[in-house]
């Protein structure tokens, strides 16, 4: 397109199109006023230059080519030919002017994008702010704009002015806080990257714009106060939206004409995010200074006025925050002061410079006196409150700096370019004080400092828990970090040159330069203290402001002690008396305590025995002084900040107590005079007595014996002295502290336990009323008492005072019982029975519950509903009873009734109780028997029962053990006993077996007797039997009717008939007992069975009719006959046999002997045999001789030239032999044989010839080559056919086939050989294929009858396996360098398969680095290899499959390493790449050193030039920081200078020719010293210690290197030098041997600190998956770990494979092969459902999808449409419009707005939900929510009907499925056969598979932690092991004789060095010397980082 709106051409496009490579330009038109508003867009083709872009602008615009004007940024830069390509980029806005200092007439906008900056993700961390240690951090917020404006300003040459503007007067808006600068200002392009988030300074390059653009450090100042603290790209942004909601950025460069604004808030990002537009875009406003008609909005009316201020600046920058939250409101007006204080603490010496605010010293101008931070609060209706920060005088850093008596300056300087600065403070005490500052934020006094509990002095330590160390980087504190302490100024544990609370009085500040990280919102260090701490950090003094090498510790402890010693006023302690343990405190606080008897204090003396008054107590102690309290173990006269004083209280006699105090409580103004007269004072008046009176009555008389409950009087009580006044407190009130009495009343209760206090009262005096007590009512216990008075102290309640007893008085008297009002029942006898008499026993009690007696006479009254009750008689006295209670009435059952028994007593007060009883039924009392008549008639042979009831004599029935019922039978022999247990119900039915009586022809009596046999009170019955005879059937008789005749067929007769007949006209006959015929009835025919037919015909029966007999038609078969009759009471049976006799012939059978197959081409094995029978089947003798001639054989086929005939005599038949047919199609072959009438046929079949050929089943056309992916299996099993020589399959089995191939192919399984099975089949199964690329053969051979069957040659073409990994691919900067101690550049690997593919979802913990020193035996990674993890993927790397090893370390020595990449293929084989040489080169040179270390030189001024040699052949070399020579090709020169210990010494020795310098050349990267010679009677001390600095001057190098330093010996003569020579020599000897000693210790302590990380690091390993163990329930015993773990694992694999074993629903759809990774599978394969309903439907749903395969591209499809020639079915996932894809996180349509809109029926579920996919998820859920949709699967018809009519309702119902297989479509539509599903077998195995059951997966997931728990407790008792044994061969004597040697020779060097006059342990050339090693701390260190760190410092 054109320009916006225009229509005209465009730059570099084609056809008005954006073409590749356009750049779209924005123009703003700014000649003339009158100029449009907008922008236009201009197109800048890809290859256009300047030229063409000015002549696409006059047309766009419509300007003259040769009109004036100029193109610029909005940054006034003009666009030329020279910077074109440059400067116009992409979606840029240029202005055009008429000259470039144009000022804009109207405002433009200029679009920006701020997207965050990638290290937002590398750096993340803590980039909010929060609250520590109480600590609001909103001033930290807004520091961070003030550390903005600092680094805006840092180049001004004047007033640096930055202004905090609270504007919180709603009349101008509503709240804002604005952060005005006057620094440099900002451009558009700046103003753009600082909306990028984490742009920080040294990543504003490239692309990026900046003030920062080429960041080079400051250089050092004093303090690090270099401004240089706006660092990260975070904090500005971070602060603005911590404080409000949006932030206006206005600036103005220096070298501007334009304002440029832009506006970022979040209404603004949500407006954008709700819109769907660029989030992180926007516009930047440029427009003229002071022009604010933008400004429209009334809640910004303020800004008016700011933006008019813009005229005056010449550059600014200003931050306009709105949008204040309002607790920020709130604390920024409420803690006006505080918030102001913590900031001026902040940047105290920004303010007030390098020395901070010192009072005395004077404010002249200087380099910080300039910075002016000033903070303006402007409130609706008030004066606007304004502070600068530099008026603050009680921030915390100007009280340190005030109360300082003097400071203790050092340096430290830490491993690379760290440098710390730090000042400690010394704050000494002042007689009774500390002088220490108190901190708001750590306060030291939590309770009030007069608390008499807490005078613990040794207790307030002047710092208290607060830590020594302010730190402050460049120069800004940084709040939430401080140090507590250095070793050197820690207090040490034995007492050194000042006491311990000295090192409480120090604070002190550090000041770090830029090279310690600060977390982004400069709250906290990194790494400060981590770094100080390490053992390679130095320490050194600074003195006058120059650095002292010393012992940093030693100076401490001395400067400390001077601090005390001139500026601590303390405290004398003399007369010391011993030390003392003092338990009244506690335990950690008890001692030890030094006594003492004086102390001098001011001057004054205070001694034991003095009387003294405290002040600040309360109340005020008065007291004489018993010894002084000190804490610790001190002994003699010593000084102390304080301590504690113990005072006996005056007067004695009145108190008699002491009291300990701190010593500072001590009234050093009181006389002693007015002590003495306040102790006579206090003895006036003590108490003496009581008065005790009863105002109201009820007086308690001594030893009265009352009734409980009677009242005791109120009493009224007062305490008089010995002159008889009243008195309420203790004499003392002049102290304020005198104690107020109090009258205690106790009633005591005497018992046989002992004295118990039941009422306990105080009373204190009422000022107006004397003391006084309540009326008493609640004595009520029984027993003797006493009622005692007592006066007692008003605070401890004691009864004596000064030793004497306070008054009291005692009244003793008695309680006892009360006459009875209330009655309960004692315990009763149970259970209650009808008739039982019981008794009821009465127990009495008084109103308050003690047990009384009755007295009196009393009729007690007892009523209960339904019962009728009576008792004889109520006794009285202790034990009173209703005795003989009887109770008669119904109680329904026999397990009782429950009845309420009322008992009333007439005139008690509780005159009635209720008892609750169960009335059980009574004894037996009589038999109920039924029927009720006397005579009873029954049958012979029937039993009678009887209902019998036991009943009580109220006719309840009645139950109880051994209730058992009779019935006897008299009259006739063997008659039944009938019995009946009614012991649990009372009633049952009496009955028992028949009675029956044998022979019996007419009626006979029998009698019945009734009787409980264990009850002979109750009565029997007796009922007489009248018993008829049976009239059942007795006997059965069977007859044949032969016309009138009937034959009686006698049981087991034998009856002939002709085959295949019917007998008929058969009946029977039944009879009684007695002979009588019995009609027989439809009951009796029911019981009458026959054996020859199921049914019978009941109407024949009732005749006596008989079925018909059908006789067999076989002559062979005789039918047995039976008729039975049964009931219950007999079982009668009559039978007979039917013998079969041969019919008519009527047949003729033939019959095959022999096998019925004849091979093609033979003879049939056997013969047939032909004979004639009856129509049944009967053989009948016709054949004879003459009958062959009239045989006739037929068959299709057959071959009759070898039939044979014969007649058997013997058999009656003939024979036929010699059958044969014609070769063709195998099968059944029917005979014909003919005779006479009749024929016959017989079929035999015809199989298949002898093997000759093979062929293949279920193959492929053989004429193309099969398509197999390499190391897959072939798509079907190889299966082959013998057949013969016409092709008929040759069914012979166990012949061996064989499969021939070429080498090069393999088949798994192996080759082996096979045999058929009996249909002449060999199954080879299916093959794995594993060949090279291309086109293959095999074939298939038999071997029978010893002779070769060859079979069809199979072609195979071979195509690579796109998922197996062949190489890695290593991809990196091959021109880069490698240098020692840097960082590799970044290495991607892709694993690579055989068809040149990227494998894809590997996981990247199988991808590993290894590295190892190159050596010349073989390239074989060593044991020791360094071993390297990929690094995470980043947003902007490739895609998927690409492996990043980034910021990897590069060895520190140089030469030759190795680099190789593996990948784990499984747990036994890994791939690697191919091994990569690099070669690691020097670093930046650091050093100058030596290549050899020279002895110790010990020389002399003498003549001889041999004692004047202080170096011979030193070769000089550069290395840099790892000790790698570099340098090679730098030139310059080496200057030699002697110097001494102390920098001011000026009398060194000089060089021969007297001079004080030497150059030597730097050529070829070293220097050669050949010799270097003192000159002759040279200057220095004798005995003296010098050193010669080599320092090299190199001027192509632009840093400095460090110099070399090589310590000598001066002496003045020549035996003294042979001295020191030796020395020397020895100390070089014995430093080297101590050397190698601490690195074989020190080795041995990382080799442990190593074992010991990676012992820890197992035990948690061991620990997590034993947890994850006990969440599965798999428990792990203590003992017998692993052989538990190995059976539990056996036992869950057997679980899983049995699992695995077990049939599950499969698709047997063929899967498509696989031959590139861009294809996924049919659809059928790609998902899986558990439910058998559910996948049903689904299945049938998607019936005409399921065959499809789905691919990743187009290009895959169209290969696959290709090579199938159209005939599958596709889907590429590129082409599905992802848009309409539904949501599977929605819910279903039946909730609205998250709610139910209505209760669904049916358990309605979308169908996707039920597939789970076991790979390639997002791709599956791409696919079947295309192919699903919103489908829903419910129960059934009647569930989705109902669910569709209310979604309808709301909203589009999608297609519904039922678990039934019914389908209703979106459209409504439902029912028919296309909307029905088929059975699960119909589908023909097109259905979705089942899952892995859940139980099998659950095992799998404890087999593989059980494996994991395995291997962690393997490696933990490995590790535990090695261990062990280093810590035993530590301990061991050869390890301790080392050690014992190391200590000896570190004593002898001590003393050589002594007597050399020598310094100990120089750091500075021992770290020259030796290289620093690697410390192993205690703390856990991982160990892989730990064995690289290691591994790179032995490279």
Same mark, same amino acid.
């Given at each position: ?81 020279? $910077? ?55 001033? +930290? ?176 920058? @200003? ?89 203790? *300056? ?60 302010? %730190? ?84 401490? @402890? ?32 008890? &001692? ?25 107590? !309360? ?83 001594? $030893? ?91 605070? /401890? ?32 006898? !149970? ?17 308050? &519950? ?102 009580? *004599? ?29 012991? /649990?119900? &009372? ?11 044998? $022979? ?140 079969? !006799? ?96 009749? /024929?016959?046929?017989? #079929? ?82 299916? +093959? ?67 068809? =040149? ?32 993890? %990929? ?26 390493? %190795? ?69 090679? =090709? ?5 200057? @030699? ?100 000693? #601490? ?140 848009? $309409? ?21 049916? =358990?309605?579920? +979308? ?137 000896? #020779? ?50």
């Amino acid at each position: 397109m054109a320009a916006a709106g225009d229509g005209g051409p465009s730059v570099g496009t084609g056809e008005g199109g954006r073409g590749d490579g356009c750049r779209k330009v924005y123009l703003f038109d700014r000649r003339e006023k009158e100029s449009e508003l907008g922008d236009r867009v201009v197109q800048v083709g890809e290859r256009s230059d300047y030229a063409a872009f000015r002549a696409s602008v006059c047309q766009t615009l419509g300007i003259s080519p040769e009109e004036k004007f100029v193109i610029t940024t909005t940054s006034r830069k003009e666009i030329t030919c020279d $910077n074109f390509e440059e400067t116009v980029k992409d979606g840029v806005t240029l202005y055009l002017l008429q000259s470039v200092g144009q000022l804009l007439l109207t405002a433009t906008k200029e679009r920006i994008e701020f997207l965050p900056h990638y290290d937002t993700l590398v750096k993340s961390g803590m980039y909010e702010y929060y609250a520590s240690e109480g600590q609001n951090p909103l001033p +930290f917020a807004l520091a961070e704009l003030i550390d903005n404006s600092l680094s805006a300003t840092s180049r001004n040459t004047g007033i640096r002015r930055i202004q905090i503007k609270l504007h919180f007067d709603e009349t101008q808006g509503k709240p804002a806080v604005a952060v005005i600068d006057n620094g440099r200002g900002m451009t558009s392009k700046q103003l753009n990257n600082w909306a990028v988030y984490r742009l920080s300074k040294f990543t504003r390059q490239g692309d990026f714009e900046s003030d920062h653009s080429g960041y080079v450090r400051p250089v050092p100042v004093p303090r690090s106060l270099n401004s240089d603290i706006s660092y990260f790209g975070v904090g500005g942004k971070q602060a603005v939206f911590f404080v409000g909601q949006s932030a206006r950025m206005i600036s103005k460069p220096a070298d501007s004409q334009d304002v440029h604004e832009l506006v970022l808030s979040k209404e603004d990002f949500e407006k954008k995010e709700k819109n769907k537009e660029s989030i992180y875009s926007g516009y930047i406003r440029n427009r003229k200074p002071s022009d604010s008609v933008h400004i429209t909005n009334d809640d910004e009316r303020f800004l008016h006025c700011l933006i008019s201020e813009e005229k005056e600046k010449d550059s600014f920058t @200003a931050v306009v925050i709105t949008g204040v939250q309002s607790e920020h409101i709130q604390y920024l007006k409420n803690y006006f002061h505080l918030w102001t204080r913590q900031l001026a603490h902040i940047y105290h010496y920004y303010i007030h410079g390098p020395k901070g605010n010192e009072k005395h010293t004077s404010k002249e101008a200087g380099p910080f006196n300039n910075i002016d931070i000033e903070i303006s609060m402007l409130e609706k209706g008030k004066a606007p409150k304004i502070v600068n920060l530099r008026e603050i005088q009680d921030d915390m850093q100007t009280l340190y700096i005030n109360t300082a008596t003097d400071s203790f *300056e050092f340096k430290a300087h830490v491993e690379g370019d760290g440098v710390v600065e730090g000042i400690i403070r010394y704050h000494p005490f002042l007689y009774d004080r500390e002088t220490y500052p108190d901190d708001p934020c750590f306060p030291s006094k939590l309770k009030d400092e007069d608390d008499d509990d807490d005078c613990f002095i040794l207790e307030k330590a002047a710092r208290g828990k607060r830590p020594i160390f302010e %730190c402050f980087w460049n120069g800004r504190l940084i709040p939430y970090t401080s140090v507590e302490e250095f070793d050197w100024c820690t207090p040490p544990k034995k007492r050194g040159l000042a006491p311990i609370e000295c090192y409480n009085r120090i604070s002190g500040a550090l000041f770090t330069n830029d090279r310690f990280q600060v977390s982004t919102n400069k709250l906290t260090f990194m790494d400060l203290e981590l770094k100080l701490k390490d053992k390679n950090t130095l320490f050194t003094r600074i003195l006058n402001g120059q650095e002292q090498r010393m012992k940093i510790d030693r100076e401490f @402890a001395l400067w400390l002690k001077d601090c005390h010693e001139k500026y601590d006023k303390q405290i004398k302690f003399t007369l010391f008396k011993g030390i003392i343990t003092r338990s009244d405190l506690p335990s950690k606080k008890q &001692g030890p305590w030094a006594t003492y008897s004086a102390i001098e204090w001011d001057g004054k003396i205070y001694k034991a025995g003095q009387l003294v008054k405290t002040v600040k107590t !309360l109340p005020l102690y008065y007291g004489s002084i018993e010894k002084f309290f000190l804490y610790g173990d001190h002994d003699g006269e010593v000084y102390a900040t304080g301590g504690e004083v113990q005072i006996a209280m005056e007067p004695r006699a009145l108190y008699d107590e002491t009291r300990i105090v701190p010593i500072a409580k001590l009234d050093r103004t009181v006389a002693e005079k007015a002590v003495k007269k306040y102790v006579e004072d206090e003895m006036a008046r003590l108490p003496d007595r009581l008065s005790v009176t009863w105002p109201e009555g009820d007086e308690l008389l001594p $030893n009265e014996i009352r009734p409980a409950g009677t009242p005791i009087g109120a009493l009224r009580i007062e305490i008089l002295n010995k002159k008889g006044e009243a008195m309420q407190k203790l004499p003392g009130t002049s102290h304020g502290g005198s104690k107020k009495l109090l009258v205690e009343l106790k009633v005591i209760l005497h018992s046989s336990s002992g004295n118990k206090e039941i009422i306990s009262h105080i009373s204190q005096h009422g000022g107006k009323w004397p003391y006084w007590f309540k009326k008493m009512e609640n004595i009520q216990k029984l027993g003797n008492y006493t009622l005692k008075l007592q006066v007692v102290l008003n605070e /401890s309640n004691a009864d004596t005072y000064a030793g004497r007893p306070l008054p009291s008085k005692a009244i003793k008297f008695s309680v006892k019982e009360g006459k009875p009002e209330k009655f309960s029942f004692g315990l009763l006898d !149970l259970p209650f029975r009808v008739g039982v008499p019981f008794n009821i026993p009465l127990e009495f009690q008084d109103e308050f &519950g003690h047990t009384s007696q009755l007295i009196n006479d009393i009729q007690p009254v007892l009523e209960a509903s339904g019962l009728s009750l009576q008792y004889e008689e109520i006794t009285k006295g202790p034990n009173c009873v209703i005795r003989g209670v009887t109770a008669k009435g119904p109680v329904n059952s026999c397990q009782g009734k429950n009845f309420n028994l009322k008992v009333i007593l007439p005139g008690f007060k509780q005159d009635s109780q209720i008892l609750k009883i169960r009335l059980l039924p009574g004894p037996p009392y009589r038999l109920k028997v039924k029927p009720d008549s006397e005579i009873l008639v029954i049958e012979n042979g029937t039993a009678f029962p009887f209902q019998v009831e036991v009943l009580d *004599e109220s006719d309840n029935i009645t139950a109880q053990p051994k209730l058992i019922v009779h019935c006897k039978f008299l009259g006739a022999p063997n008659l039944p006993l009938y019995t009946v247990d009614c012991s /649990s119900s &009372g009633t049952s039915i009496l009955s028992g077996s028949a009675i029956q009586v044998q $022979n019996i022809k007419k009626d006979q009596t029998l009698k019945a007797k009734i009787e409980i046999p264990s009850c002979k009170d109750v009565a029997p019955v007796e009922k007489t039997i009248k018993l008829l005879p049976s009239s059942h059937v007795a006997r059965l008789q069977i007859f044949s009717v032969e016309g009138q005749k009937a034959i009686q067929i006698k049981h087991q007769d034998e009856v002939n008939w002709i085959a295949g007949d019917v007998m008929h006209n058969l009946i029977f006959q039944m009879y009684d007992e007695g002979e009588r015929e019995i009609h027989v009835t439809s009951a009796l025919a029911e019981k009458i069975k026959v054996n020859w037919t199921p049914e019978i015909n009941k109407e024949h029966l009732l005749q006596g009719l008989l079925p018909d007999v059908q006789v067999p038609t076989s002559v062979k078969d005789m039918r047995y006959c039976q008729v039975s009759f049964q009931d219950d009471h007999v079982s009668l049976e009559s039978a007979f046999t039917v013998r079969p !006799l041969p019919d008519e012939p009527k047949h003729l059978k033939c019959e095959l002997k022999g096998g019925k197959t004849v091979q093609m081409g033979q003879e049939l094995q056997g013969e047939i045999v032909i004979i004639v029978t009856d129509q049944y089947g009967n053989q009948i003798q016709a054949f004879s001789p003459s009958s062959l001639s009239a045989l006739g054989i037929a068959g299709i086929g057959l071959d009759s030239s070898q039939l044979k005939t014969t007649f058997q005599e013997n058999t009656q038949s003939i024979s036929v032999r010699g059958i044969k047919f014609i070769p063709g199609p195998p099968g059944n072959k029917d005979l014909c044989f003919t005779w006479r009438e009749f /024929s016959d046929f017989i #079929r035999v079949q015809l199989i298949s010839g002898p093997p000759a050929k093979l062929l293949l089943i279920d193959w492929p056309e053989l004429k193309e080559s099969i398509p197999v992916i390499n190391g897959r299996e072939l798509q079907n099993p190889l299966i082959v056919q013998l057949c013969d020589q016409w092709d008929n399959p040759a069914p012979v089995p166990q012949v061996k086939i064989n499969v021939i191939k070429a080498n090069n192919l393999k088949l798994t399984p192996s080759n082996q050989q096979h045999k058929t099975d009996e249909r002449g089949r060999a199954n080879l199964g299916v +093959f794995s294929v594993y060949a090279p690329r291309g086109e293959h053969t095999m074939q298939v051979k038999a071997i029978y009858n010893k002779n070769t069957i060859e079979g069809p040659i199979i072609k195979l073409m071979i195509l690579p396996d796109p998922e197996k990994p062949i190489r890695l691919n290593v991809k990196y900067d091959k021109d880069t360098s490698f240098l020692a101690g840097g960082t590799f550049t970044d290495f991607m690997i892709t694993v690579i398969s055989e068809d =040149d593919c990227i494998i894809k979802n590997i996981n990247p913990a199988r991808i590993s680095m290894k590295m190892w020193k190159h050596s010349n035996n073989g390239n074989r990674p060593p044991a020791n290899a360094e071993v390297f993890s %990929c690094n995470k993927i980043k947003d902007n790397d490739k895609e998927d499959g690409c492996f990043y090893f980034r910021d990897k370390a590069v060895p520190n020595k140089v030469g030759l390493y %190795c680099i190789q990449f593996g990948f784990m293929m499984d747990k036994a084989h890994i791939l690697n790449s191919e091994q990569i040489i690099v070669d690691v080169q020097p670093n930046q040179p650091v050093k100058l050193v030596p290549k050899i270390q020279p002895a110790t030189p010990a020389v002399s001024n003498v003549h001889s030039v041999a004692n004047r040699t202080l170096v011979k052949d030193l070769h000089l070399i550069i290395t840099d920081d790892f000790n790698n020579q570099t340098g090679i =090709d730098l030139v310059g020169t080496v200057i @030699a200078t002697i110097k001494g210990s102390n920098e001011e010494d000026t009398d060194t020795p000089l060089f021969i020719g007297k001079v004080r310098t030497l150059e030597f050349p730097f050529v070829n990267g070293s220097a050669e010293i050949t010799s270097l010679v003192l000159a002759e009677n040279s200057p220095g001390k004798d005995s003296t210690e010098y050193f010669i600095i080599f320092e090299p001057q190199l001027p192509a190098l632009s840093r400095t290197l460090e110099s070399y330093i090589l310590p000598f010996m001066f002496s003045d003569d020549v035996k003294k030098q042979q001295q020191m020579l030796a020395f020397a020599k020895q100390k070089d000897e014995l430093s080297q041997s101590i050397e190698m000693y #601490r690195s074989v210790f020190e080795t041995s302590k990382q080799l442990i600190d190593e074992m010991k990380c990676q012992v820890e690091v197992a035990k948690l390993k061991e620990a997590q998956l034993r947890n994850e163990l006990i969440t599965n329930s798999i428990d792990i015993p203590t003992t017998q770990q692993v052989p538990h773990i190995e059976a539990l694992l056996k036992k869950k694999l057997l679980e899983q494979e049995e699992l695995k074993k077990r049939p599950r629903r499969s698709c047997t759809l063929p899967n498509y092969t696989k031959s590139c990774g861009n294809v996924l599978g049919k659809i059928a394969h790609l998902a899986q459902i558990e439910d058998d309903r559910a996948a049903m439907v689904i299945s049938w749903h998607l019936a005409s999808d399921m065959d499809c395969v789905v691919t990743l591209t187009t290009d895959a499809a169209r290969r696959i449409y290709d090579e199938t020639q159209g005939r599958q079915q596709v889907l590429p996932l590129d082409s599905i419009y992802k848009k $309409n894809l539904p949501d599977w996180k929605r819910p279903l349509p039946h909730y609205r707005n998250g709610r139910l809109y209505f209760k669904p029926i049916g =358990d309605p579920v +979308f169908a996707r939900e039920l597939l789970t996919f076991p790979d390639n998820v997002e791709h599956c859920e791409t696919v079947f929510g295309m192919l699903l949709g919103d489908t829903i699967i419910l129960d059934n018809l009647d569930a989705a009907n109902h669910y569709r009519k209310e979604v309808v309702k709301i909203t589009h119902c999608p297609t519904l499925l039922t678990r039934d297989g019914d389908r209703i479509r979106s459209n409504g539509k439902f029912g028919g056969l296309q909307n029905k599903a088929p059975p699960m077998d119909k589908l023909r195995g097109m259905v979705f598979g089942a899952p892995v059951p859940r139980q099998c997966l659950v095992l799998g997931e404890q087999i593989d932690l059980l494996q994991q728990y395995r291997n962690a407790l393997d490696k933990l008792n490995s590790l535990t092991k090695d261990l062990n044994n280093e810590l035993e061969y530590l301990q061991s004597p050869e390890m301790k004789k080392k050690k014992q040697e190391l200590d000896e #020779r570190e004593k002898t060097l001590k003393l050589v060095e002594q007597q050399l006059g020598m310094t100990p342990t120089r750091k500075c050339n021992d770290s020259l010397c030796h290289p620093t090693k690697v410390e192993m701390t205690d703390c856990p260190i991982p160990p892989k980082r730990m064995r690289r760190e290691v591994t790179r410092q032995n490279r």
